[in-house]
């Protein structure tokens, strides 16, 4: 991807992709008073996938160091070196993700640590104590106080479709287990 996709004309997921990438980009990059998570909510077909990417060759080009994550396998697979959210953070899925097996002075947590920004595809399928130990993983790693280590965040998905999926759980647990309230506390919507 160049520096011409931002200056050429497109179509329309593209220039949708260009739009966001652009207020995503001087948000994050410029305004260290917002919160360090941005949210980019669509349905299915909407060019979310289409759009981490232009962020992802945009930033990479820029120097920055992005790491692309998502809940599901598949989803993952659609993303350049995109991994899942609980292999990268090291999440025990059999205890809902309240933990992480991640070792701070291993390879693998300082490539973490080197990170600039997470690109989160489905987030609406991450639990929210997923979302909070990865939170806690950040700080961890980067000794900092800072929410997700100070890095920024862009969380993608489609509140539409599929949520969580809570072992036994009710839709009102399952609701209550969704990343939305603590994506509305801290989080900028584009």
């Known amino acids: 991807m160049s520096e011409d996709f931002l200056n050429r004309g497109y179509g329309q997921e593209e220039s949708e992709a260009r739009a966001y990438y652009k207020n995503f980009v001087i948000a994050a990059s410029t305004d260290f008073t ?17 759009t981490y990417n232009v962020i992802l060759h945009m930033l990479t080009a820029m120097n920055k160091n992005v790491q692309c994550t998502a809940w599901t396998v598949t989803a993952s697979t ?12 090291k999440l025990n899925i059999g205890n809902d993700s309240k933990t992480s097996n991640h070792s701070k002075g291993s390879d693998e947590a300082k490539k ?33 106080r800072s929410a ?28 209550s287990r969704t990343v939305i309230p603590g994506i509305n506390s801290r989080s900028s919507r584009f």
């Open 34 to 50: 917002l919160p360090p998570m941005f949210v980019l909510d669509g349905p299915g077909g909407a060019g979310k996938t289409y």
């Open 78 to 89: 659609l993303l350049q070196n995109g991994r899942t959210s609980a292999s990268l953070f």
């Open 112 to 144: 973490l640590k080197e990170v600039d920004v997470i690109l989160w595809d489905e987030c609406s399928m991450i639990s929210k104590t997923a979302l909070e130990t990865a939170d806690f993983v950040l700080r961890e790693l980067t000794d900092s």
């Open 148 to 175: 997700f280590g100070g890095k920024r965040n862009l969380l993608g998905g489609d509140f539409r479709q599929i949520l969580p999926v809570i072992r036994h759980g009710t839709k009102t647990t399952t609701v």
